[in-house]
């Protein structure tokens, strides 16, 4: 097994999980918000599980409230707003931390698998943050809600995606679809 494997995180309902429960799968891992201009993304995402979810996919999201402030709810409200606005029925995982000083042992790993995020060039995103002092501080951070992990059948991060990089983006699909492929 991996380390992404080992890592323990629990489901929004509180109950003790790990990725070790998806082992083989193909897996996309996104920080969450519900209150994010990216926040309809949740649409786009449902329908990537439902599409692939029964050749071993998964979208497995984690809810975080680094940005901005754009997750402020309970896990319980976070997971009342993504069932009944989006339908949301991938994995939810509890509230955690995805940069700086407290960030989650499993997203520290993440960005150390996948330094660099495939994004819009250029990117309409980034340009933004920066110009309001919002960018991240360094190339490796995450930058912003909705950045996408994409977590091969052996466990190990394959492919990192920008927030703007949208759930329907032939780039991500292309890089699901190959990775499923390889059965």
Not at 83 to 99: A, D, L, R
Request: glycine content about 8%; proline content about 7%; some cysteine.
């Amino acid at each position: 097994m991996t380390k992404l494997y080992d890592i323990p995180v629990n489901r929004i309902d509180g109950a003790a999980s790990s990725l070790a429960n998806h082992k083989g799968d193909v897996l996309l891992v996104v920080n969450v918000a519900s209150k994010c201009g990216l926040t309809p993304q949740y649409d786009a995402l449902e329908k990537l599980h439902e599409k692939y979810s029964g050749k071993g996919f998964a979208v497995l999201g984690f809810p975080a409230n680094n940005f901005g402030a754009q997750e402020p709810g309970s896990n319980a409200e976070i997971s009342e707003f993504c069932t009944t606005n989006f339908g949301v029925q991938f994995p939810m995982f509890e509230k955690i931390s995805v940069k700086g000083e407290d960030q989650h042992p499993l997203y520290a790993e993440l960005v150390a698998e996948q330094p660099k995020a495939v994004q819009n060039d250029p990117s309409q995103l980034r340009a933004t943050l920066d110009k309001h002092g919002l960018g991240p501080q360094n190339d490796t951070d995450v930058m912003w809600n909705f950045e996408k992990f994409l977590v091969g059948r052996n466990g190990t991060a394959i492919a990192r995606f920008a927030p703007d990089i949208t759930p329907d983006d032939p780039r991500l699909s292309a890089a699901i679809e190959a990775e499923l492929a390889k059965g």
